[in-house]
């Protein structure tokens, strides 16, 4: 057995920077990396994708991200773990395949599915938000079970290059290479909960590095341009050290760790994941060396029973018309054209919201009181029931040129499809992943 | 009158409608100060017609840290809001405003 594996995060969101992944990977010595690519909406929007072209529904950047890594990942010998298979790890890691072949690199992919359980859903069953039934959102488009990190232990023991997933917790992405280097198994707690501490940490790549956090003469990070993305040295009890390759951008600091730690947790003393409930109320931080911080003290509880759940429906269509007035009673002449476009707006729209961007746009108010813009801009934005209703916000925006207050410019409108996404609970024997291994080698080719 | 912004780094994080907002002193020994100025009300006074619901505050002193869980405060839902900034990932500096 190992003494440490290092795992690398090499991506926080869908549409993170390729080249400091592709970075990480060439000079940071890492055993895993792991791509963290799908956000609660993304894999909705991808099942919609599926739904029009059953050959798709993976993340539009995979094939574009496998290019920039596969090289690199052969070479050094690197396993990549990423839930960039979201609505279709199969289709995946058939494309993933396609690269390995142009690129004439012999590779292994496993791809675990599983997560996709509309099929096996209770639309009586309750919502986490409101407790509502499923059955009050329609139509639903998609419903993918969170799986943990045991889902992935079969592709990690097939020796597979590349395991590729649809909806897998986030840490749990990091915590499956753990369980699988060091054997832990499913009940020891303190480990898991330590493993999910470091993999709630790596997650978001950049955010742990200082992205997110940097506030001139306030919070300075050198570098953003050229920002490092994180790893973290492992052990068998899961301490574990955070690092960033040397000479990238950015700074690994208490500060930013913990700002990370607690990001999106919402009980420090009870973070839910398929794996384990982990507490990290008593995570210390210790800064070791510069860009070095050691994490020890996440412990752990039993698991949840069952496995969150996260449902996508159409919720209709948005429609947004932007305007901008500056200098001399900028702000009055914005109010007015609120005004205009409220009387013409409501009653047409269930819900219509009208900001002053520059001013109020973010907060509803200003809270500082010398708050007084030169320039704002007016956003107006209503849910219709069709793409063309949504269109109307936009064009009477438009149509204040020539009938709204004077000097209003640089008008834009925008018509989007909208997802929403509810929770429920499912029962973890009704979900059931499996592996399915795709290969490709030039000696087995068929010529 | 000092703002928390002298005195503390925020970032702010959702989960549905929920926002988490993470209060993290820059210096240790201040962070009892801070437990003890923002309190619940304290924080739901200065967030009015933004948090819609309940706050949970959690104190973390081994991380110089308290965290709020606000809930009903992103306008019905990340997914489904009219926002502009439909996460709320903007809320951290509206909490960073508050006077000390």
Known sequence: MRDSIRLGGGAGFAGDRLDAAADLAERGELDYLVLECLAERTIALAQLRRRRDPETGYDTRLVERVESLLPIIARRRIRLVSNFGAANPLAAADAIRDVARRMRIPIKVAAVTGDDVLDALDLGAPTMETGAPLSTFAPIVSANAYLGAEALLPALASGADIVVTGRVADPSLFVAPLMHEFGWRADEVDRLARGTAVGHLLECAGQLCGGYFADPGRKEIPDMAHLGFPFADVDSEGDAVLGKVAGTGGRITRATATEQLLYEVTDPHGYLTPDVTADFSAVALTETAPDRIAVRGAQGRTRPDKLKVSVGYLAGYVGEGEIGYAGANAVGRAQLAAQILRERLDGRFAELRIDLVGSTSLHGRAFDRDERPYEVRLRVAARGRSAEEAGIVGDEVEALYTNGPAGGGGTRKYVNEQIGIVSTLIDRARVHPSVTLREWDAHAEVV | ?100
């Open chain 2, 1 to 100: 009158m000092p703002k928390l912004y002298d005195l503390a780094h925020c970032r702010a994080g959702d989960k549905g409608n929920t926002s988490i907002l993470s209060v993290i002193a820059y210096r240790p020994e201040d962070y009892a100060m801070l437990a003890d100025k923002l309190t619940v009300s304290a924080v739901g006074a200065h967030l009015r017609g933004i948090v819609q619901g309940d706050i949970r505050r959690y104190e973390l002193p081994q991380l110089s840290a308290l965290q709020f869980v606000c809930e009903h405060s992103l306008n019905g839902g990340v997914t489904t809001s009219l926002a502009l900034d439909a996460h709320g990932k903007s809320l951290s500096f509206a909490l960073l405003e508050l006077e000390i």
